[in-house]
């Protein structure tokens, strides 16, 4: 069940995070483990497991991620040095937590294209 991840804990307050913004439908929390400068995770509140599993009453919710990350990149001090935004799927995406996040990542240049 979604709602059982690591990331539903912490949406719940179940468990400590570094949160960075937070309000009635997105949380959002410094990376454990770090693959850049900021990396920050944004997610909905609303469990949905993987973005195959969003629906199109999500449309609004999921733009939200991105506008908090934008929001979050000014806050932190690269948005206009830029930054990368990544949402991982399913075991090919290298996806590990199945609830939906956003990966915000800056603060040194991102190399293109991944691994
Ligand atoms: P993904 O591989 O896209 O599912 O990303 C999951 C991310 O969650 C990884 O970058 C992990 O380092 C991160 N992560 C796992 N557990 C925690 C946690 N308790 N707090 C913060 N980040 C976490």
């Not at 934008?70 to 996806?95: L, P, S």
Request: aromatic share 6%; net charge negative; charged share 20%.
């Amino acid at each position: 069940m979604p709602e059982d991840t690591v990331f539903g804990k912490i949406a719940r307050g179940e468990l400590p995070a570094d949160i960075v913004y937070a309000d009635d439908d997105l949380v959002a929390f410094r990376d454990l483990s770090p693959q850049a400068p900021t990396h920050v995770l944004v997610i909905p509140r609303k469990p949905i497991a993987t973005l195959n599993d969003a629906g199109p009453e999500d449309a609004e919710l999921i733009g939200r991620l991105f506008l908090a990350a934008a929001k979050i990149a000014q806050q932190e001090g690269f948005a206009e040095d830029g930054y990368r935004t990544v949402v991982n799927c399913n075991a090919n995406g290298g996806q590990t937590v199945f609830h939906l996040h956003l990966h915000l990542l800056g603060g040194r240049p991102l190399h293109w294209p991944p691994g």
